[in-house]
């Protein structure tokens, strides 16, 4: 993407005009994303939706102007919240998104600045990470669930997920048949799909705002404190223990989601304690007994959805996740594989901590 291309796409935005410095960020899996800094002027994030991903592309983006202009209302209301909230720019003819001449989707928002936090001081990360979650939860807690699109529908189904799983199971799949012992350790943990349908069809699980994507690298840190979350693609109406446990699964793995040394993997409980903590300590009274009560069942349950999501996509031939290599979401699922079983070990003390704090 060169720069004079991007001067014209940023031209159809409502935003200051100066020249434009262009820098390509690479650290996303699925939009192409690119730092804007303007002369004179504050820098900015303009991104390319990926429309094979997000193809209601234009309820992606009300909701995502709408929840982002609440919080903005909630926190000029409410003092002393610590939380950095991107707005987000129309364009000069007052839509939310630019489509070009190719038909791609382009948005543009504010950029955070936001530095690298201390990795080896973990318990002040997680602790910071869970107190982000809870103000975003509290902040979007009065959005009517009625009034967001679900955009995406069935993202965190695993019933769904795990059926589209099972139709790739074929000898005629070669990438099958070379991971075959990944698909058997999978059948090992399929109880918690019974259990992720069993808290459902409960209907004890008040629908809520979610970010459904709070994973540690959407967490935006300055001085070591978490100032943001960012990356709205996929907040929808669903169930606040998707969020815990997905940021549970992202944050307490002691190694990336990238590791090839699967040595390097596993369930971090003194991270789970501190992340819960702080996430508690704020949300505590908001939720009902029976979302705390399963709070500690959902880092298990989305680190099996997710090793099914990156095995599903291996098998279909790498469609969904960007990869740098041949194998790359084969190993992804070998970490979360590993995280899990670690994980798995752990479950009643993080239950009990959960119901004690």
Known sequence: MIPSIINIIISRFDIIKGDVDVVELTSGLINNSYKINISNSKSFLL???????????????????????????KLKSIKNIEYINADF??????????????????????????DSPDWEDKKTIASEAGKILATFH???????????????????????????????????????TESKNIFNKIRGFEHLINEFDDN?????????????????????????????LIDPD???????????????RSLCNTADENETNIEKVRF??????????SYLEIMKSFLNSKELASLAIFPLIIS?????????????GDIYYQTNY??????????????????????????AFIMEN
């Open 47 to 73: 991104q390319k939706i990926n429309t094979s991903v997000f193809p209601e592309y234009d309820k992606l983006m009300t909701n995502v102007f709408k929840v982002s202009e609440h919080i903005n209302k």
């Open 89 to 114: 720019y129309t364009t000069i003819d007052d839509r939310y998104y630019y489509k070009d001449n190719d038909n791609n989707i382009w948005r543009l928002s504010e950029f955070i600045e936001n």
């Open 138 to 176: 509290f902040l979007t807690n009065d959005i009517h669930t009625n009034s967001i699109y679900e955009t995406i529908p069935g993202f965190h189904s695993i019933k769904l997920r795990w059926n589209k799983l099972l139709s790739l199971i074929k000898d005629n799949n070669s990438r099958y």
């Open 200 to 228: 459902f069809n409960s209907n004890s699980l008040p629908l809520r705002i979610v970010h459904n994507d709070p994973k540690l690298s959407n967490i935006l840190f300055r001085n070591n404190r978490a100032i943001s």
């Open 234 to 248: 996929t907040i929808m109406p669903g169930y606040l223990p998707i969020d815990f446990g997905d940021a549970i």
């Open 268 to 277: 971090d409980i003194d991270s789970f304690k501190a992340f819960s903590k």
């Open 304 to 316: 099996l959805e997710q090793l099914i999501r990156f095995y599903t996509d291996y098998l279909e």
């Open 326 to 351: 041949l194998k790359h979401n084969l190993n992804r699922s070998r970490v979360q594989l590993k995280l899990l079983e670690s994980m798995s070990a752990y479950f009643e003390q993080m239950q």
